[in-house]
């Protein structure tokens, strides 16, 4: 006797079971992968750009305040010059455009980090899963970091003020924040929110239900996924630093 697949949930019923019962939620997307994969990765790609746009004459200003304590410890004639090949790029439009396609690009390399991480991790110490279904779990596993910018455009908003230290980058931070963009320590530390740990809960979850591994597996496969993904945050900095940039 076979067993009929289990018919794939519709997009409300996987958001609902991803903010309510994540497990269940993952367990059925192992059974019948849903293609409903394209709300939480259109959100994903979507609300990072409309907190831009809701941010963006405030990051203009905080811009163009960065570089002006920069050029202030250039000789006269330089500052100059180069205060007028920066006007533009301090134009809130500019500064839309240019983030939008750095976020876009950021997912979707971020994306492709994950899928590869996943896929390995559950290949060594379990058993191979499809792309395709590992792809819509992944999906919906970041749907906490597509929130977070909405919950930032909410407070843009609000305060009329950017959210300036995010997660614990505030125990470090020393007020500066271009000394706060060169710390290694800060980058790493505004990584942890309580959206990327609900992201991470989700993860694991997903190599629970969807790669079918121990808990021990699962948690080994998840460091290896925090240190890649995280590791990408800082290592920008510290190449900067490393090359004299900081």
């Not at 941010?55 to 250039?74: G, I, N």
């Not at 970091?145 to 959210?163: C, E, F, K």
């Amino acid at each position: 006797m076979t067993t009929q697949p289990s018919s794939s949930l519709p997009w409300w019923s996987l958001l609902w079971d991803v903010l309510t019962a994540p497990r269940r939620a993952f367990e059925h997307l192992a059974e019948a992968p849903s293609r409903s994969w394209w709300l939480p990765a259109l959100l994903a790609l979507l609300l990072p750009i409309v907190q831009v746009a809701v941010s963006k004459d405030l990051l203009a200003e905080q811009a163009k305040k960065a570089a002006l304590q920069q050029l202030s410890a250039m000789p006269p004639d330089q500052a100059e010059a180069a205060r007028a090949a920066m006007t533009r790029f301090f134009q809130p439009a500019f500064i839309l455009l240019t983030s939008s396609l750095s976020l876009v690009a950021a997912l979707v390399t971020a994306w492709i980090f994950a899928m590869i991480i996943l896929y390995f991790g559950i290949a060594l110490l379990g058993r191979p899963v499809k792309a395709g279904v590992l792809w819509p779990a992944v999906a919906w596993s970041w749907l906490p970091l597509a929130l977070r910018p909405l919950v930032q455009s909410a407070w843009v908003l609000y305060s009329g003020t950017l959210m300036v230290n995010q997660g614990l980058s505030f125990l470090v931070a020393t007020g500066d924040p271009i000394q706060d963009s060169k710390n290694p320590l800060y980058m790493l530390a505004s990584q942890v929110d309580l959206f990327n740990l609900w992201h991470l809960v989700l993860i694991y979850l997903l190599l629970r239900a969807v790669g079918k591994l121990g808990r021990g597996s699962a948690v080994f496969v998840l460091v290896v996924y925090v240190l890649f993904l995280g590791g990408a945050h800082v290592i920008p900095t510290l190449a900067m630093r490393l090359f004299g940039f900081g």
